[in-house]
């Protein structure tokens, strides 16, 4: 089987609407929750138009089905209590003055469950690195820390757990990675 990496386009929102809703893990317990992972957030057609337009949305095609999307984002004009927010703030503030340089937001990302195994999300982190390395520094992504499945595979790709951080009753962390320096180390 083939499967194609690239931007999406307008007609692979439906697909990314519905996989974001199957991954998110509703109606398992906690500890199921913990054990499979979930992407969080609501996400509309008009959102995945604006992040379209960004940094960009990459997906995996898998002849016409879509085998997993990793969504990239500016991290301009946010809401004030979201977690991306206080992602970027928790990260710049952990960098104690240090230049962080350009910064753009990672996350969420999902593969469907058929296709997992198959290196899937490597191929996307790669594809979504090659295209942002000239344009961005350091990529800001959130986990909350009840996601253990989420926590583990960032950590295996070698993401910086770069802060922590509470937003109302939950807690995060706050992982970074220079999409150039992914590229030649795959991590």
Same mark, same amino acid.
């Given at each position: 089987?083939?499967?194609?990496? +690239? ?6 929102? /439906? ?16 500890? @199921? ?5 979930? %992407? ?22 898998? @002849? ?26 928790? %990260? ?16 969420? /990302?999902? %593969? ?10 490597? +191929? ?5 690195? +090659? ?20 926590? /583990? ?33 795959? +991590?």
């Amino acid at each position: 089987m083939t499967i194609d990496v +690239r931007r999406s386009r307008p007609e692979d929102h /439906a697909a990314i609407l519905t996989l974001m809703d199957q991954s998110r893990g509703e109606g398992l317990s906690d500890e @199921e929750r913990a054990r499979r992972g979930f %992407v969080q957030g609501q996400m509309t057609p008009g959102l995945l138009d604006r992040f379209q337009q960004g940094p960009g949305i990459f997906v995996a095609d898998a @002849e016409g089905t879509l085998a997993g999307f990793a969504i990239t984002s500016e991290p301009t004009h946010l809401p004030p209590h979201h977690p991306a927010t206080a992602a970027v703030s928790a %990260v710049t503030e952990a960098a104690d003055g240090r230049d962080l340089g350009r910064l753009v937001l990672y996350g969420p /990302a999902a %593969v469907d469950d058929h296709y997992q195994g198959r290196g899937i999300l490597t +191929r996307l982190l790669t594809t979504l690195s +090659r295209t942002l390395q000239d344009d961005y520094d350091l990529a800001v992504a959130f986990v909350e820390t009840t996601n253990a499945r989420s926590l /583990a595979v960032h950590r295996h790709y070698g993401m910086t757990e770069a802060a922590h951080f509470t937003l109302g009753d939950r807690t995060y962390a706050a992982f970074t990675f220079s999409p150039a320096t992914f590229l030649t180390t795959g +991590r």
